[in-house]
């Protein structure tokens, strides 16, 4: 079957009629294609007829009427829900805020305050060696306990006892020379009175009594140079036999053996100035402790001297042993601001060892105690300590002193009277001015005038020990 070509009008060329398109057209052979003759029924009209203005506008009238719909059924409902969601915000806004209160309440009178300490012993001396020689024995050693006068050791001194033995024969040879010069004193004496009582006669010479008298002078002077002498060798005898008396060492009081150095046979050096000499023994009274504690400033004008004082220790579940005040000193440590305070504690069964980290648990007596609120009422900001109250149904920012953080509960020392609403808990809402509603206006909840733990626990970094 033959194929028709297909000839639209060219460019130029304007559409027959449609009786003109009917009439047979001679038939023309087509190249390539055999030949054949172009039929009339093969012929395709290709021109489309264009659309009229009335269909365009139909169109866009059912476009309009679609987005209608649309906006109709989608944007509007959602800004009717935006508009609705706006004015419960602003209701919720203006709405009063419903707080809970706390009504603050003095603390009480008596506080235990508990601070820590470090016992020291009553007394703690090093003993060193008064004269040069060889510890001939130690008679105790280490945690041994030893009473006032008590040997405790033996130095051997050989150069000691040969001086002082020299030293003693040197003093009876003055004592002899004393003799001798009082001998010679006493004669004299004579001799001047005999010819002096030769005066005005021709039996003696003016030159004669003159020598004489010389001579008494002579004899005196002799004496008091003798006298000298033999006291200047007793004080060398005394001297010698002091250090004679330093080779027995002797405990200077009750208490026990914390150190030794020398064992039998070690050099002895008396030297104590020495930086690299140590000493032979080291004693200290247990028996009777002392307790330093730095007490904060905020208790130091609450410590007075003679109050009882209970210490205990970790090491000695269960024990109170109970002390006193010795004193304090008066002045604040910059570094810290803490007053060093003493304590003395009896300590008759050395149940207590000196180094121990103890607890000490005053009793403070305050005048008037603050109050106390609820921790989280409190708000810090630039504009200071302040806590929120409810005046008149509004809230009302009132500045505050702080005293003593206890963890759930803060001292108040100034800027409330104690018959405020104190707000609990104050949030980003509860702004100066705004209306509030109490949760329970009748049932209040108070805040408890002590913790369960009535003890006060301050911490210190600082070491207890005095410097």
């Given at each position: 079957m033959d194929t028709a070509q297909l000839t639209p009008p060219t460019s130029g060329q304007h559409p027959r009629p449609l009786r003109e398109r009917n009439k047979p057209e001679p038939a023309h052979a087509t190249p390539g294609h055999g030949g054949a003759p172009l039929q009339e029924h093969d012929a395709i009209d290709l021109n489309v007829r264009q659309p009229g203005k009335a269909s365009i506008v139909v169109a866009?009238?059912?476009?309009?009427?679609?987005?209608?719909?649309?906006?109709?059924?989608?944007?509007?409902?959602?800004?009717?829900?935006?508009?609705?969601?706006?004015?419960?915000?602003?209701?919720?806004?203006?709405?009063?805020?419903?707080?809970?209160?706390?009504?603050?309440?003095?603390?009480?009178?008596?506080?235990?305050?508990?601070?820590?300490?470090?016992?020291?012993?009553?007394?703690?001396?090093?003993?060193?060696?008064?004269?040069?020689?060889?510890?001939?024995?130690?008679?105790?050693?280490?945690?041994?306990?030893?009473?006032?006068?008590?040997?405790?050791?033996?130095?051997e001194t050989p150069e000691i006892d040969q001086q002082l033995r020299g030293a003693q024969a040197t003093l009876l040879q003055m004592k002899a020379a004393l003799a001798?010069?009082?001998?010679?004193?006493?004669?004299?004496?004579?001799?001047?009175?005999?010819?002096?009582?030769?005066?005005?006669?021709?039996?003696?010479?003016?030159?004669?009594?003159?020598?004489?008298?010389?001579?008494?002078?002579?004899?005196?002077?002799?004496?008091?140079?003798?006298?000298?002498?033999?006291?200047?060798?007793?004080?060398?005898?005394?001297?010698?036999?002091?250090?004679?008396?330093?080779?027995?060492?002797?405990?200077?009081?009750?208490?026990?053996?914390?150190?030794?150095?020398?064992?039998?046979?070690?050099?002895?050096?008396?030297?104590?100035?020495?930086?690299?000499?140590?000493?032979?023994?080291?004693?200290?009274?247990?028996?009777?402790?002392?307790?330093?504690?730095?007490?904060?400033q905020s208790y130091s004008l609450t410590i007075k001297k003679g109050m009882d004082v209970n210490v205990t220790a970790r090491e000695r579940p269960g024990r109170v042993y109970t002390g006193k005040v010795m004193g304090t000193t008066n002045y604040l440590d910059p570094t810290n601001r803490s007053l060093l305070t003493e304590i003395k504690v009896p300590n008759p069964d050395f149940s207590l060892l000196p180094g121990m980290f103890v607890e000490a648990n005053f009793s403070v007596k305050r005048d008037k105690p603050p109050l106390l609120i609820p921790a989280p009422a409190l708000v810090s900001d630039s504009a200071g300590n302040r806590v929120a109250i409810v005046q008149d149904g509004k809230v009302h920012f009132e500045k505050v002193d702080l005293g003593v953080d206890y963890g759930k509960e803060l001292e108040i020392v100034g800027g409330l009277n104690g018959d405020e609403q104190v707000i609990a808990n104050p949030g980003e809402k509860t702004i100066e001015g705004a209306e509030v509603t109490v949760a329970d206006e009748n049932k209040p909840a108070p805040v408890t005038a002590e913790p369960k733990d009535s003890t006060k626990r301050v911490a210190e970094s600082t070491d207890s020990r005095p410097k």
């Open positions: 866009l009238v059912v476009i309009a009427l679609a987005l209608a719909a649309m906006l109709a059924v989608g944007i509007i409902p959602r800004i009717g829900i935006h508009n609705e969601i706006a004015a419960d915000a602003a209701a919720a806004a203006n709405a009063p805020v419903a707080v809970t209160v706390a009504t603050p309440v003095r603390a009480a009178t008596i506080m235990n305050v508990a601070l820590p300490g470090t016992l020291r012993p009553w007394q703690e001396v090093s003993i060193f060696a008064r004269t040069t020689g060889y510890l001939k024995g130690f008679y105790t050693d280490i945690s041994e306990q030893v009473k006032k006068g008590q040997l405790m050791a033996d130095i001798k010069s009082k001998s010679d004193l006493a004669l004299a004496e004579v001799t001047d009175r005999r010819f002096e009582s030769l005066k005005g006669t021709n039996g003696v010479t003016q030159l004669e009594l003159d020598q004489y008298a010389a001579s008494l002078q002579s004899a005196r002077a002799g004496v008091q140079s003798a006298e000298a002498n033999v006291a200047s060798e007793e004080a060398e005898v005394h001297r010698l036999s002091d250090l004679q008396s330093f080779e027995k060492v002797l405990a200077p009081f009750n208490g026990v053996v914390t150190g030794r150095t020398y064992d039998v046979g070690s050099m002895i050096i008396a030297n104590p100035t020495s930086n690299d000499i140590k000493p032979m023994f080291k004693i200290a009274e247990n028996d009777v402790l002392r307790v330093f504690v730095n007490v904060p």
